[in-house]
């Protein structure tokens, strides 16, 4: 039976071994919610990169860009870390390079796997499914935020290990301390959101809208994997 | 209103600001269970230590000398890490030298915090007076094992938040999802804490009679606190 673990922040994943792992990403509010909507949307891929200013420098070859530091799109960039904002249909087919706190910066941690999806809520069944069928160990990496452990990845992770519970063994503690806390949240995943401290940072800055969507399940059939350093959608073309 | 804050893991505790705050270190299976025990039951202080080398010269100097590495007591040393040998009479008024795998190294590592305390479900109530008393900001910070989260430290965290939430308030998520994990096992801890894998190791080790003592809420009303190096019994006597 293959097993599943979960890291709760980017501080602990050299604790894993991930040469032999399929790593999930997660961050849900907003990194991974975005990448998931835009390939949803039509958008051909997205290179995750680590620094505002390599991303910016992306525009030169043909990118359009994206960064968000501290919740807020960066000046100067063509789109920011709203999901709302990668539904345009101006989109399709184009390419984006993309920086943000928390979520890019896990892909290229996790850069050793021997591969990397990107899951949300928004994909979740897509993902799980995906997982199913590929047999192997998975890790799941919450991206948290500046290396604090944060409910909403945590969220996830649970909801995840919960739909592979009947294919999978859990690996680690944090595998069952987040599908407990997922099962005794999931029937009202915002109530409990909105308690943590980045969902208070957010509220500030009024993407109040774009919480709730990030919380929405089974919003998008599809699966983002890492190929040749950016995320494409998978379809049965892609060589896994 | 002070805060406190919840630290899941040694390697996450950098994140942190110690320098103004009460660090409770936290070892449930085993190391703080066995502290509180020992200076409940008339140890007089205990000297924790990182190496397992420096723990046995303190021999030399009149200390009882007690060490544990992966679960087990090390050959040589008067003491393991099983709660039950610290309640011989014989240890009153001694002096003991302590390593173990996880718990001595969290003291260590929190040592520019204004002030360490080292907490047990064997003295959650205790603590949790004293620190109303305080009023001072507070940090639990989780031993886990080897740098992973752990289930057992998680829940006892999650006890000594939910204690102090009417006169706290929480400062990161990792103090809300503690919380929320003890609310939804306080009923059967014991249940939650046997699916988890530091259990399962101790398991191997024939421990099951330590590891129900040590979920036991307030058999002991001592409050452990470091005073030049050492955990001794907090009194009136010790200046705070």
């Known amino acids: 039976m293959p097993t599943i673990e979960v890291c709760f922040s ?37 290179l995750p990169l680590q620094d505002v200013e390599t991303c910016k420098s992306m525009q030169l070859q043909g990118y359009l860009v994206a960064a968000e530091r501290d919740g807020k799109k960066v000046e100067g960039f063509d789109l920011g870390n709203s999901p709302f904002s990668y539904m345009d249909s101006h989109l399709q087919g184009k390419k984006i390079a993309f920086t943000t706190t928390n979520g890019t910066q896990v892909i290229k941690l996790s850069e050793s796997a021997k591969q990397i999806v990107v899951g949300a809520f928004l994909n979740l069944s897509a993902i799980a499914n995906y997982l199913k069928k590929q047999q192997g160990d998975v890790l799941i990496a919450c991206a948290g935020w500046k290396g604090q452990v944060n409910v909403e990845d945590t969220l996830f992770a649970g909801a995840l290990v919960q739909e592979l519970s009947q294919e999978f063994s859990t690996a680690n503690d944090s ?24 969902v208070q940072r957010l509220k500030n ?16 059939e599809i699966v983002p994997i890492l190929q040749n350093g950016s995320l494409v959608k998978l379809t049965s073309q892609v060589a896994i």
Chains 1, 2 share one sequence.
């Open 175 to 198: 595998a069952l301390l987040a599908q407990s806390l997922y099962l005794t949240h999931q029937g009202n995943l915002l109530a409990f959101v909105s308690l943590c401290s980045h």
């Open 10 to 46: 980017p501080n602990l994943l050299s604790l894993h071994n991930l040469n032999d792992k399929i790593v999930v990403v997660v961050d849900i509010l907003r990194a991974t919610s975005c990448m998931v909507t835009a390939l949803a949307c039509g958008v051909e891929s997205i």
């Open 205 to 220: 800055l009024g993407i109040q809208k774009d919480i709730e969507f990030c919380l929405q399940k089974n919003v998008y």
